[in-house]
């Protein structure tokens, strides 16, 4: 009975997606969003505060965002505020699991021991893991990635760790340290560009010449501390819940 | 197309919310939701023969055609913000089972979910 | 000059820093509780660009009257109801601190996407805070119901991005008020389920039985009064400025809100633990402040709230104190609880006739302007039903406090008042905060100016202004 009424339920609310959504006027047919009539076509031109010029990779210099990436340019520049409140979701999520296992002391302990393969495998394979992490945040405004893809990348090397070695234990004050370090200096950042430009999280560091490692001013700063901050944060989470009952 | 699985997989999740009553399948059913939301995004903003929306040596300039780059990085927010609910929803499942020792809402007697 | 963005960055870098420092984060709470209220003193009207890049590519926050009453009214009580409870903070400090940058942040932002990133953050710290009262099974529920309902709100946000390519609210509003209503119908409706299911409104309020009843004095007061405000403020900008509802769909909508107002107060009728009584006015209140927002009464909406979210306050601590203390919030078990503890119980009783409407409090002139401005609008039924449920309202919050206030047959049935087990105590630093809030609700009821010259213009917002009637009480004096 529930099933059914779910069902009709879940077929009127389709029919109203899909009339409502196509039906709109001025609702793009799938793959012919018009890109021009966005807000969009600046971020693609960078000429929000500036003049409308050419951007070409590895040739023009001290644009307003010297981002090679543009998904990345909005991230941290243009919508800049959006990540530090994302920034802030991981952090309370991850404060409100580590208060609710507060109480747990120990760990827990799969029903099968990690054979030799595994535990020698994954020792070769954890600094490559965390050096690609590292990569992949350095890099976040040349090629696609960033800070949070990096620090997942980093806290997954961890996750292998402790499925690997039974007595594997990270010291998670520091982790702790580390994350609430790492987004402070973010807000600091974020106050310095305020004293500096009048504005909360400006780029206020030159930008440099698009498609080079140091440009892009900001970015690549706030990326690194984003993926410190979203590595250690995950580690959390993760040592969290693998946090056994003592009975 | 994709656009319509999208729109198919967020009824899904509804429908996943509606009639589950174990915790588990619930957040699962939550993510499916939020994953056809995050499918919708990314295919709202796709043009036709548009390029992914960075510069390389080969794509090397603003007159080319690119996909519509704020989706995506409205997806990114959306997708970390998911992370953030479901490691909270599951901290909160594994408190659940140790106070009723069951992960089944009917049998707990709580309110019922939906 | 002090930039309003102070008010979500400097909460946000305490509770970083209450990580590294975890011995000191109870003191950091305190000091950046009183570092924000100070600072809302000290602002100045007009719209703040975050990162320098002009609206509507880069987000801004617009403080205007409407977003400075907010912000006021929550730091105000932010202060009060934390310094009221700090016995009870337990783990609670930093997301205490990250809690006051998201409901500011969702007040002052003017971007659609950014509102989104707040309410999240707001709801992920009411999710953790409702897990005080160690019922996860309630908190569950409320994070399933609350993310679901983000998630349409992101769906419908999305969709407006598609069709008109801007996500800043006043863009938008430009934009949106150049079609036709009917095609905006969809949208409409996932916005506002979104925040529906926030703001307490009939279907989508589920979870607000099992969350909001087992409170302590912490978070009772601080969901009830806090984040109600915090998210009823929201609901109002959107719904009063960005979006343009059609004639037939702002109808139906209203018509929900007085139907959450009805169902609210009917349900709190038959009820006798004290905090499901007022949890069930609360959703009542809610159900009246939405459907003026709707009805386009920002100016009598945003007095409604101001006088709701005092009153709540004041009641939700005496309420969780009770609870607290004597572990029962049952009606009959503290009968005459008051006569030992009159300051409280003169504070309570305040609170509970403001929230009717009784003259000589804050309440009276809410509600009087409330009327007069929905008759003079030409809506004739909701004052009615405005009315129904204000004189049920006072059949059970009279019916409450005569039992408070008198003891028991014979003495017998108010033992657990005066129990020498588990007798009811209220700290005198709870006394003060409800000395001080009841003050408010006095000074507003006798000396209305004060208050109404902090809230004038409420109607004048963003760059489309909606026309608020304004009955203005000052001439009458």
Redesign the interface.
């Given at each position: 009975m529930?099933?059914i009424?779910?069902?009709v339920?879940?077929a009127v609310?389709?029919i109203l997606?899909?009339s409502g959504?196509y039906s709109m006027e001025g609702f793009?047919r799938?793959?012919?969003?018009e890109?021009s009539e966005?807000?969009?076509m600046s971020?693609?031109?960078?000429n929000v505060t500036r003049e409308n010029q050419?951007?070409?990779?590895?040739v023009s210099e001290n644009l307003e965002t010297g981002s090679?990436?543009?998904?990345t340019s909005?991230?941290v520049n243009y919508?800049s505020f959006?990540?530090l409140?994302?920034v802030t979701?991981?952090f309370?999520?991850?404060l409100?699991?580590s208060l609710?296992?507060g109480s747990f002391e120990g760990r827990l302990r799969s029903r099968y021991k990690p054979n030799f393969i595994l535990r020698t495998g994954s020792k070769v394979v954890f600094p490559l893991i965390l050096v690609m992490g590292a990569y992949i945040f350095i890099h976040g405004h040349l090629?696609?990635g960033g800070g949070?893809p990096g620090g997942s990348m980093i806290a997954s090397a961890i996750l292998l760790m402790y499925l690997a070695d039974e007595d594997f234990r990270v010291r998670i004050d520091d982790f702790k340290k580390t994350e609430g370090i790492a987004g402070a200096m973010y807000v600091l950042l974020g106050l310095v560009g305020l004293m500096i430009s009048n504005y909360f999280l400006s780029n206020f560091l030159d930008t440099g010449t698009?498609?080079t490692l140091f440009s892009a001013g900001i970015i690549p700063v706030v990326y690194v501390l984003v993926g410190l901050k979203v590595g250690s944060e995950l580690t959390g989470?993760i040592t969290?819940?693998l946090k056994g009952?003592v009975e | 197309?994709?656009?319509y699985a999208g729109?198919?997989l967020?009824?899904i999740g509804?429908?996943g919310?509606?009639?589950q009553s174990n915790?588990i399948k619930?957040i699962v059913s939550?993510n499916i939701?939020?994953l056809g939301?995050n499918v919708?995004?990314i295919?709202?903003?796709?043009?036709?023969e548009?390029i992914?929306?960075?510069?390389?040596?080969v794509?090397?300039?603003?007159?080319l055609v690119?996909?519509?780059?704020?989706?995506?990085?409205?997806v990114?927010?959306?997708i970390?913000?998911?992370?953030?609910?479901t490691?909270?929803?599951?901290?909160?499942?594994?408190?659940?089972y140790?106070?009723?020792g069951t992960l089944n809402?009917d049998e707990?007697g709580?309110?019922s979910?939906? | 000059m002090v930039n309003p963005v102070l008010l979500i960055a400097l909460p946000l870098l305490l509770a970083f820093v209450s990580i590294v420092f975890k011995a000191y984060k109870n003191n950091l709470l305190v000091f950046g509780t009183l570092l924000n209220a100070g600072l809302v003193l000290t602002l100045n009207k007009g719209q703040y660009i975050i990162g320098g890049f002009q609206p509507p590519f880069g987000i801004n926050l617009v403080l205007d009257d409407f977003a400075l009453t907010g912000i006021l009214i929550i730091n105000g009580l932010f202060l009060v109801i934390t310094l009221m409870s700090l016995e009870k903070l337990e783990g609670f400090a930093s997301v205490l601190l990250v809690a006051l940058a998201g409901l500011n942040g969702l007040v002052l932002t003017g971007d659609l996407?950014n509102l989104f990133?707040f309410l999240?953050i707001t709801a992920?710290t009411a999710?953790?805070l409702s897990?005080a009262s160690?019922e996860?099974?309630?908190?569950?529920?409320y994070?399933?119901l609350g993310?679901?309902g983000s998630?349409l709100y992101?769906?419908g946000l999305?969709v407006l991005?598609?069709v008109f390519g801007t996500l800043n609210m006043a863009d938008l509003s430009v934009k949106m008020a150049a079609v036709d209503a009917s095609q905006l119908v969809l949208p409409s409706l996932l916005i506002f389920i979104g925040l529906a299911v926030e703001v307490k409104i009939l279907p989508f309020n589920?979870?607000v039985?099992?969350v909001y009843s087992g409170t302590n004095s912490l978070v009772g007061p601080l969901f009830a009064s806090v984040y109600a405000a915090g998210m009823l403020f929201v609901f109002g900008r959107i719904f009063a400025q960005v979006i343009p509802l059609g004639t037939y769909l702002r109808t139906s909508l209203v018509v929900l809100g007085a139907l959450t107002l009805l169902a609210g107060e009917v349900a709190a009728l038959s009820k006798t633990r004290i905090r499901e009584i007022l949890l069930y006015s609360s959703i009542g209140q809610s159900g009246l402040i939405a459907a003026l927002f709707l009805s386009g009464l920002v100016f009598v909406a945003v007095m409604q709230l101001v006088n709701n979210a005092l009153s709540k306050a004041i009641l939700f601590t005496v309420a969780g104190q009770m609870a607290d203390s004597t572990g029962t919030d049952e009606g009959e078990e503290l009968q005459g609880a008051f006569l030992e503890h009159k300051i409280a119980g003169v504070g309570f009783t305040i609170a509970a006739l403001s929230l009717i409407g009784l003259p000589l409090f804050y309440g009276f002139i809410s509600k009087m302007n409330l009327l007069f401005g929905i008759f003079y609008s030409d809506n004739y039924w909701l004052p009615v039903v405005i009315l129904l449920g204000t004189v049920i309202e006072g059949t059970y919050m009279v019916r409450l406090l005569v039992k408070l206030w008198t003891p028991g047959d014979e003495g017998i049935v108010s033992e657990k008042a005066f129990a020498t087990e588990r007798p009811l105590t209220i700290q005198s630093s709870k006394v003060m905060g409800i000395v001080v809030l009841s003050v408010v609700l006095l000074i507003g009821g006798l000396l209305p100016a004060v208050i109404q010259d902090n809230l004038t213009d409420s109607g004048s917002l963003l760059d489309e202004v909606t026309p608020a009637y304004l009955f203005d009480l000052k001439g009458g004096q």
């Open positions: 529930k099933r009424f779910a069902l339920l879940v609310v389709g997606l899909f959504i793009p799938y793959g012919e969003a890109v966005r807000v969009s971020y693609i031109d960078k050419e951007v070409v990779f590895g090679a990436n543009i998904v909005i991230i919508r959006d990540t409140g994302e979701v991981l309370v999520s991850a409100g699991v609710l296992f090629s696609p949070f698009v498609g989470i969290d819940f009952e | 197309m994709i656009q729109i198919m967020i009824l509804i429908y919310l509606l009639t915790i619930i939550l939701f939020e939301l919708f995004i295919s709202v903003g796709f043009v036709r548009g992914a929306p960075i510069l390389t040596s794509n090397n300039h603003n007159g690119f996909v519509d780059p704020l989706p995506q990085a409205l990114l927010t959306a970390v913000i998911g992370l953030g609910t490691a909270l929803g599951l901290a909160f499942a594994r408190s659940i140790r106070q009723h809402l707990i709580g309110p979910n939906g | 996407f990133v999240e992920i999710y953790i897990s160690k996860y099974r309630y908190a569950f529920n994070l399933v993310t679901l998630g992101l769906f999305i991005y598609a589920g979870w039985k099992g």
